[in-house]
């Protein structure tokens, strides 16, 4: 297999690509339907796992991102922490923290993307 190396930018789109696949998921469920739906929760459970593996990428790859922009620093190393467990501590996920994560942390992730993309020259990282 030829695989290309991948940069910084490669790693961001695919934090973006798995956030628009949890929308994607989740679209027109409520909290509760959500909570019943299994194949939902594993397919979001999935895309989280992608967004820390990707984070993860970032931070190994501009380091100098904890310093500069803090704030996406501490999302990344959260996405991470919540890859791990999803992957090996795939018995302690609780579908609410995962409901909860859609609602409030996806939406500060994309914003922060947002503002990240908006303040860079071309070519730079983070």
């Not at 790693?11 to 679209?27: F, G, L, P, Q, S």
């Not at 984070?55 to 190393?77: G, S, T």
């Not at 018995?91 to 609410?96: P, V």
Request: with cysteine; net charge negative.
């Amino acid at each position: 297999m030829n695989r290309k190396q991948r940069r910084l930018p490669d790693w961001i789109e695919d934090i973006r690509c798995a956030i628009e696949n949890i929308k994607e998921d989740t679209k027109g469920l409520t909290k509760a339907r959500f909570l019943d739906d299994g194949k939902s929760q594993r397919a979001v459970a999935k895309s989280i796992s992608d967004i820390g593996e990707a984070a993860n990428r970032v931070m190994e790859l501009v380091p100098e991102i904890e310093q500069r922009r803090p704030d996406i620093w501490k999302h990344f190393v959260g996405a991470y922490r919540s890859r791990n467990i999803l992957v090996h501590d795939y018995f302690l996920i609780d579908a609410e923290i995962v409901w909860n994560t859609i609602e409030s942390y996806l939406p500060q992730l994309e914003e922060l993307l947002d503002s990240v993309a908006k303040d860079q020259p071309p070519g730079e990282p983070l």
